[in-house]
């Protein structure tokens, strides 16, 4: 007796959508030559395409989170003048906050740029382009580098940024904001950042490195534990021709968690 494959079975049963329900049989039957989509076999891939198309995992898009901060921002406002807590506040948002701010917006939208949020002295960013993201980073700081802000006590302003990229979740009370997780990676990278710093998510070295950027060079620092992120690598994105990697933070900012954007 000659074996005949039972190839109905071969092919509908590890391809659910493929099975019908009409019994297998292993008795020869002529062939049909037309094509596997029109007898109905698999969905045509135009089909495929239109169903794909509106399917909420294919329809997000990634974005560039980043977050900036002034370092030492409460001691700088201490040692402002004035009489009382309120006038040395007023005196860090003329001399300080002001400056800094302009410099945050410039160039920002052409970049692709726009400011989520603030909170405080910090500034929520979300990008459209990683590379741009980067090259707007590297602008702020060279610019507090070559034009730094000048403080009583005669020392330089310092920011720190921090740079993820991922699949935004819309915040459902604001259309213009986001929540979830890949801005939660973004903030608590930054609470490892020092001044002067670009602190980047390992998915962002990935573009960077992919790309070449030119006059960049990426370091890592090893891995450090985001709360709630968990255990992840850490790099730095070196702007500066000579710059050596700049120490971390030991622990992560103790107020972090009490920020609100």
Known sequence: RRF???????????????ATDTPRSTTRQSADHRPLAARGGFE???GLARRRQHSPATMAELKTFLFTDICGSVRLKSEMTGRSVTERDMAFI?????????RI???LKELGGRVVSTAGDGHFLVFENTIQAAQWSIAVQESHRD??????SGERVEVRISIHVGVPQIDP????NFVGKSVDYAARLNDYATGRQILV???VMAI????????????????????????????ELLYEPEGKPRPLRNEPKAHADHRQW
């Open 208 to 235: 960077l490195d992919d790309v070449g950027l030119e006059g960049i060079r990426l370091h890592l620092h090893g891995r450090r534990n985001l709360k709630g992120i968990g255990n992840v690598e850490v790099h």
């Open 201 to 203: 998510s390992r998915s």
């Open 94 to 102: 003329q001399t300080v906050l002001t400056p800094h701010r302009l």
């Open 44 to 46: 045509s891939l135009g």
């Open 173 to 176: 009370a604001d259309p213009d």
């Open 105 to 107: 917006e410039e160039g």
């Open 4 to 18: 005949v494959p039972d190839t109905a079975r071969f092919w509908a049963e590890p391809y659910p959508e493929f």
């Open 147 to 152: 034009q730094p802000i000048a403080t009583p």
